[in-house]
């Protein structure tokens, strides 16, 4: 699994958790963090071209066959044991996931195109670092229900 992600420079409580979600989660899954600069952004240029821009470097980033999940308030929502079943058929599937983050005007159109799944992991606009951590939070949540391990308690 990758994330692939607009934007650098996470607070260091982001990175902290993050790192302790993702090391949990080894040896049985592996997922990789790839940090992309936003588009450039000035006043008189349309953000379109920023946009533009960030979709151009995240499909690039993507090899052909990845299952690609774009993270959106506006795709489908899971519960825990939903995530965890959507889990598992990914996992049995045997396609390597990329989980997108747009940048701060979201995704361009092209990337939409390629998603083969939008998910919201709430119907609020979350600040990207929030995103981060929340991702790896709920990749260990399903990992977790489909291990049979006790951290879900619900």
Known sequence: MRLIAVGTRMPAWV?????????????ALRVD????????????????????????RQLGRL??????????????????????RWLAER??????LAFLIGGPDGFAPAVRERADLDWSLSRLT????????????QL????SLLAGHPYHRA
């Open 15 to 27: 990175s902290a958790g993050c790192d302790e979600y993702l090391r949990r989660l080894r040896p």
């Open 33 to 56: 963090i790839v940090e992309l600069a936003p588009g450039p952004r000035s006043a008189g240029t349309p953000v379109g071209r920023a946009m533009e821009d960030e979709a151009r």
């Open 63 to 84: 090899a052909k066959d990845e299952y690609v999940v774009a993270l959106d308030e506006r795709g489908k929502a899971f519960s825990s044991v939903e995530l965890s």
């Open 91 to 96: 996992m049995r599937d045997g396609r390597d």
């Open 126 to 137: 979350l600040p990207h670092a929030l995103v981060r951590f929340v991702l790896a939070a």
């Open 140 to 143: 260990y949540r399903a990992h």
